[in-house]
């Protein structure tokens, strides 16, 4: 951390940050750079808070260097991360595709869904059964009956699934019955929800929150793996812009910077970003040449009478399409 | 909801929207328009999915028109929400102000603070016993005991006390010991804590999430008196933006915004928008000026030695400082 | 046009918008939905001016249903706009790379520049004359004497050239010297060079403005084509948003709703979306997979002493992998 | 300038960058931190370009420490600028309030316009001959008709007349008529534009650009004043974020920060923040509650004909009671 003193502060001034930082023990450096004086706050362990400095007198701004992500880190581990789910592998070198539909609305709407997006390449099938809802009016899932279709979907057609978790309520039902955890947007710092993700025995996808830095995100991972669990999936999703086109504005900087800065693997979420059908294909594309390791998609036999999200998920033909350019380009990556 | 042909969308393709907006209930529409043809989804309770139509063959776009909430609109229930909490109003003439550190970190440090902002003028005291944080590593508030030096504080000060509820499992423990219930940003959608919420018998402030939409927020009110309580004041907190020199944009808009679309009142907390101390205090007279109904702020009297957000934390004599000119503008602007 | 009335709003108040409407010389046409009553506003030619109802006593909201572009639109003109610029095409089956450093230096750094992204397949070479710089103290460009080496390296590597034009002072200069002009995104709304530019002979490449919709993108690019010039080029370069790991958040979706929008063809610069080296690669190929008609790569040889945005610029040898990663994925895309 | 080296980073690499920043003339000074090494960049003059050091082989990050604005800056000139428009002083202890219509329309409405503000209390009067605006079939302004306007309001009123240059060509046309330029909102990083503007004789009213940090503003002004001209008025308008419920999100904090920073005047434009006439006084008395030095605010008598902007304008009636209360409040926070 660097505190960057005022261009007149005087003697005394940088004395007392000096002495508060080896109160606290740190050690101080005063680095004078010709104008104004900046002092180091070195050998800390961990990141130090702004606040023990900004606002002393004297003190025009307070500079963090070090990053406040450990365990998440590519400097604490440095080859990848690579999750198993039965005879899957997450950040291997296959892309992985998880779909389904937004909501399990039935067994046969699951099961018509599932052997679709089986048969077109899908290698995990997703579905709610607790559904987070920006309306209490909204369809809210069909909680316990959802993860007992999700467990009969896997039985017949082999594919493990993946659901969201949303309280600390359901969280043991639903652990029980799927194969992966889901957490979703709105939940990324659900810390009470990240630490209890942390004791699960199940891998987790953590979607970035709307309005995430890269930062925020890797310490919503350090807060499950802190807790005991390293099998973290990072998930974007888009972030909330001005941009009015689609419903959010996928990241796509987002997948070498995290790759870059941690060795979780990373998957992309194109139907949440986009809000609408036609855009999830090139958004789809664009992350696979950006080297996703994998693909969230929302897939559905009739949008039009889909309890949520209709707008944004794909036809089974369409999703059929997308996997075969999707690992077309895969394979190109891979040359 | 207005359905927006492509321009040389033929006969058929209009025919099937109403078709199937019939089908589900509504009474459809078509309006010439010159280029164009829209349909008009009319009679609709509530508002209609967007999915249902979008992606329609022939549909270029759904413009939608009802507003989704209901209960907590201006429309639904005219005159003003004031809360009572013992003898304090909110949302009445008075303007209410809420002071006290980030965390309880002992009896010593809430009495004393405690102390001094009742004798500024606070009307309730704040302080967190369960604390959001972003790292693992951070101070995660005193729990079950911090809600006890609550409970202390109320008795000697006389002053109400608000607390934050994080999770379902802390709900009813912080319900107990406090006057007044804090549903944080990073949880505004968090819709079991919301449902939550609504069961409870004390009011509650619902903070705006850092990237959400007015409708968004009072939509997640909409949670909560669904859920069989009334009682909730809004809480503007400034949203993420591209801007840097402050932590978030406080967005003095909404406070005309929300009092035009909803009867319930809001107040604003300048301490999170700001970040820092030194854009506290006009933040807070620019809230005051735009007619919020009251004010959070974060006071320490020791702030470089407070375990969360010290930065922001004003100084028992800049609160008190502030306190004085906001009861001279309150009076103005009652005028 | 919507004109959305007030739930409780006296029949008077419908009869005045109505009345305005008409006498403006719209059709008006109030639609009963239940609640509240819609006014349509019909048979206009172009948008609407929203204030022209919004304010009205008994107005709750006024929406926007046309679209304001026209000549760009592909309602307009169905088939793509294909550019040429000499023996090349933009915006038909082969993807343009235009590539070169920011700004030219000298002579020899941009001949040994261009031969190198020549030989690595570049069709077009770039290289700022004038340049905007945000400090005052920054290289500004060699003006004229820029242009002219602009005019060497096409006649020796038969390169056509691309250069920015920043004011009307210096723009029958730059159109002079060079093949095609470039728009920055500082420039999007400056409407007089927006003017001056549709009277230009020479195609002119307009990069979106930092903070820009699609929609006022492309009333940008209605500017010039409504005065004269129809050969534009749209450039997507990231837009501002909290985002803080890359420059600017490169905008993926803006590639496919400006093919479906409009018939011009569109570019995208990863350069100045990501700001750093390390990201151009994988925002390239993103663009790429979602079919964007070229790419704008800025190329520099000595990087570390270059006099303008040297942190993004690629090394030739990057460059060449580049072009080579490119051109095999542009041929997957094709199939 | 810190430049952070990767945790592993190997002596001769720390050495390369020692030696680049030596070579280019400045001290640099590594810092041990314990896990890692940074190196301060020190006694620069004026800020160093970052590209100089990222992308080095085993750099890791780039911060920069000094600010790169000079002139502008508190720390260049302590005392607040105060600048004289005929009598009036903007920046001193009176609020400043320039009113009138988006668009000069006829001489008949500017008369009454101007005569009704004045008679509220304006002491400048706004209205434009140049428009810049999105569209190219909107009204662009009465041009040199529009100046000569003004001319006539300033002599029978004696108000200050306040217009906008657009570009170069206009410059000495409005520079001859009006008391006090403007530059709009789109052209804040017109570079060409701030240059001519550097030698005018007349004061700037400097309007900060839609996605601009106040950095990027402060250096616009540096611009005008590196070119001659020290009467800079900067004005804040509303700054573009995902919320959708104004034109655009005003942001109160820039006005303490911009203080803070530089010594020069910053006035509010709530009109054009708010997009919609409701929230101009909300916004109005925040802006003053926060100690704005002036307001800008469209007035038009009637609205519903303006040809530009008639949403957002007050109605002179509307335009009395802002004064009224605009001046009681700043009454207020003389005292």
């Not at 180091?40 to 002393?56: A, E, M, P, R, W």
């Not at 539909?101 to 018509?112: H, L, T, V």
């Not at 987790?204 to 099998?231: Q, S």
């Not at 812009?241 to 060795?263: M, Y």
Request: aromatic fraction near 6%; hydrophobic fraction near 40%; charge should be negative.
């Amino acid at each position: 951390m660097l505190v960057v003193m005022d261009i007149n502060a005087k003697q005394e001034l940088i004395d007392a940050v000096v002495e508060t930082a080896e109160n606290k023990g740190y050690k101080a450096m005063p680095i004078p750079g010709g104008d104004r004086v900046s002092i180091g706050i070195l050998y800390n362990k961990g990141s130090v808070d702004k606040s023990h400095f900004l606002g002393f007198e004297g003190v025009k701004e307070v500079i963090p260097v070090t990053k406040p992500y450990k365990q998440v880190s590519r400097e604490f581990k440095n080859e990848n991360t690579i999750i198993k789910v039965g005879d899957i592998q997450i950040g291997g070198d296959e892309i992985t595709i998880i779909a389904g539909p937004c909501a399990i609305e039935s067994e046969k709407q699951a099961m018509d869904i599932a052997l679709s997006v089986k048969e077109a390449g899908a290698t995990l099938f997703r579905g709610g059964a607790y559904k987070p809802r920006s309306s209490p009016y909204s369809f809210q899932g069909m909680g316990i009956g959802g993860l007992k279709i999700l467990s009969k979907v896997r039985e017949e057609t082999g594919l493990p699934v993946v659901s969201e978790v949303i309280d600390l309520e359901v969280f043991d039902a639903v652990e029980d019955y799927v194969d992966v955890l889901q957490i979703g947007t709105r939940n990324m710092q659900n810390f009470s929800l990240l630490k209890r993700a942390g004791k699960a025995k199940k891998p987790v996808i953590l979607k970035r929150g709307m309005a995430a830095t890269i930062e925020e995100w890797l310490m919503a991972a350090e807060y499950i793996m802190e807790n005991g669990n390293p099998d973290i999936i990072l998930c974007e999703r888009g972030v909330r812009t001005f941009v009015n086109h689609s419903r959010n504005t996928l990241d796509i900087s987002a997948i070498p910077v995290v790759q870059k800065e941690s060795h979780l693997p990373i998957i992309t979420d194109p139907s949440h970003a986009a809000g609408v059908r036609d855009q999830v294909l090139p958004l789809s594309l664009a992350s696979v040449a950006a080297e996703t390791d994998g693909l969230m998609i929302e897939v559905h036999n009739k949008p039009e009478e889909a309890l949520c999200d209709g707008a944004q998920s794909l036809l089974p033909e369409q999703f059929d399409m997308l996997c075969k350019k999707v690992r077309k380009m895969k394979e190109l990556c891979r040359e």
